[in-house]
């Protein structure tokens, strides 16, 4: 089918500017292709002039034909999928996500579609090629990374489909690959907690000891300031976060932040880091490096916890392991909302089904007790047997069995 070059034209009814143009359509009853003329309200007098209006059957026409009248002369100009993303749909969520988290985001959305789709017109895209994508990234990327282009897709089609570039959203349906990698889900256990700990100099064990009994994340722990410290009150106060080399007035989620209670052992061996630290002003941080800035996340991974690994032939330490372990190993220890609580998840299901994994232990003791429980003699059962031993034996069938003889 050719391309259409038409201009259309529009014309004041009443109020609104209504705007024309022909287009062509398939008859269902003999199959054959067939032009018609279609109008389309552009928008109220009151809010538009004529030229106005003209710039908007020109937009509606460049959606569907792909082309636009520019300085007297048709130019071919496809929306891509690579065009729509950057200037249709970054603009809109820009503004709801945050400066870091944006970044982010948009690097994926680069790498994983943009790169594979930038100059393929939107039009061009269908379930199939969609899906079949997804299943590749499947064989080579995580899990997780998976599940967010797929929401990604989901959400640029969608909002292409709503500012009318598609008739039909083809990412609507899409599913998630069956066989996606394994989650990582590496645990320790108490006596490699203790060996980790075992190793480390005063700042480091401190640092770490923190992590493992509060769950700190590495965000929250190294942006702590002396001010965040009331020994009185055996609290740590959570106001900033550090990220990317920046600090941050804000955490994870809103339930990250504010005040947490440690342990009065805990307390008393940060009053004790504090009297060796050179400066302990309010707001010196809690665990600086040797200018006295907050330490590096990346550069403590890499440095410390990764040769510790190496060391104790651990197969992976990190702080994401540690918050595992621990909310794995303390799940003996309260229930989901007290480890919700010490994760400061917002969601319990997200401590119960991300974070908490099955301990074989754990399984062995609750069938067992599920068993004890199935084989012991019910109530009613006990008090026949009770009320047989009290009570002076029945001969009233020996008896009878004597008259009848």
């Given at each position: 089918m050719r391309k259409s070059r038409q201009r259309g034209w529009i014309a004041l009814r009443g109020k609104k500017w209504y705007g024309y143009f022909r287009k062509i359509v398939v008859d269902p009853m003999t199959n054959e292709q067939k032009r018609m003329t279609a109008a389309v309200i552009l928008g109220l007098q009151a809010q538009m002039d004529k030229s106005e209006a003209r710039d908007a059957l020109d937009f509606l026409l460049f959606k569907q034909t792909g082309s636009t009248y520019r300085d007297g002369a048709w130019v071919d100009s496809p929306v891509t999928f690579g065009w729509f993303v950057r200037n249709r749909f970054f603009p809109l969520k820009e503004g709801m996500w945050r400066v870091e988290t944006a970044k982010v985001k948009k690097l994926l959305i680069e790498r994983d579609l943009i790169d594979s789709f930038d100059t393929m017109p939107l039009k061009s895209f269908d379930k199939f090629r969609l899906q079949i994508h997804l299943n590749n990234?499947?064989?080579?990327?995580?899990?997780?990374?998976?599940l967010q282009i797929r929401a990604y897709l989901r959400d640029i089609f969608a909002e292409a489909e709503e500012q009318g570039f598609l008739a039909k959203d083809p990412a609507r349906r899409l599913r998630v690959p069956t066989q996606l990698r394994e989650v990582d889900k590496t645990l320790l256990t108490w006596e490699q907690l203790r060996e980790v700990l075992s190793q480390l100099s005063t700042r480091d064990r401190m640092l770490l000891e923190l992590g493992?009994?509060?769950?700190?994340?590495?965000?929250?722990m190294f942006a702590l300031k002396w001010r965040c410290f009331n020994y009185e009150k055996l609290t740590l106060t959570l106001s900033e976060t550090v990220y990317k080399g920046k600090i941050r007035p804000w955490g994870k989620t809103p339930k990250s932040m504010g005040e947490i209670h440690i342990t009065q052992e805990l307390a008393k061996a940060l009053l004790f880091w504090k009297q060796q630290c050179p400066t302990p002003t309010p707001d010196t941080f809690i665990f600086s490096n040797s200018r006295e800035n907050f330490i590096d996340a990346d550069r403590f991974r890499k440095q410390l916890l990764h040769k510790l690994a190496n060391d104790l032939q651990l197969s992976k330490l990190t702080f994401q392991v540690i918050r595992r372990t621990i909310a794995t190993r303390a799940q003996t220890m309260g229930s989901v909302k007290d480890i919700q609580g010490i994760l400061r998840?917002?969601?319990a299901s997200t401590t119960a089904d991300v974070y908490m994994q099955e301990i074989s232990e754990g399984v062995q003791m609750a069938l067992l007790s599920i068993s004890n429980e199935l084989r012991a003699i019910p109530s009613s059962s006990r008090l026949d047997q009770t009320r047989s031993t009290c009570q002076p034996p029945d001969h009233s069938f020996n008896v009878e069995l004597s008259i009848s003889s």
């Open positions: 990234l499947a064989k080579e990327k995580s899990r997780d990374r998976v493992m009994t509060n769950a700190l994340r590495p965000s929250e998840h917002s969601s």
